[in-house]
């Protein structure tokens, strides 16, 4: 069994930084596609940055320029860093892979359990 888990949400300004993290765990050979996914009450959970394992990224307008997306391949680990917060980046916020490949076998769209970044105005 391969797992996510994020961790680094939280109640901040804005303007504000946060940094989040999302390790994965359970005997992983690799990871592909990473990415972070936001939800913001009452609306769908959308895209807010992804990366390859190679490092090549890509960001949602509404970020672009504010949060930094990065990995430690070694570590399993995805990482968001947030900067300049805003009221609207409010939301749970998801670690994605797109497929893992582990000793017990390989697995595909693996979600953590999400972490709530509450930006204040």
């Known amino acids: 069994q391969v797992q996510l888990v994020e961790s680094g949400g939280g109640l901040v300004q804005a303007g504000g930084s946060l940094r989040l993290s999302c390790v994965a765990s359970?005997?992983?050979?690799?990871?592909?596609?990473m990415g972070w996914y936001r939800q913001a009450p009452g609306k769908q959970r959308e895209l807010v940055a992804s990366?390859?394992?190679?490092?090549?990224?890509n960001y949602a307008d509404s970020v672009e320029g504010r949060f930094t997306i990065s990995r430690d391949n070694a570590k399993n680990t995805v990482f968001l860093q947030m900067n300049s917060l805003k009221p609207e980046d409010t939301g749970v916020y998801y670690c994605n892979a797109n497929t893992i490949v582990a000793v017990v076998g390989k697995y595909f769209g693996v979600w953590g359990q999400g972490t709530l970044v509450t930006v204040s105005s």
């Open positions: 990366i390859t394992t190679g490092g090549s990224t």
């Open positions: 359970g005997s992983i050979f690799s990871i592909n596609d």
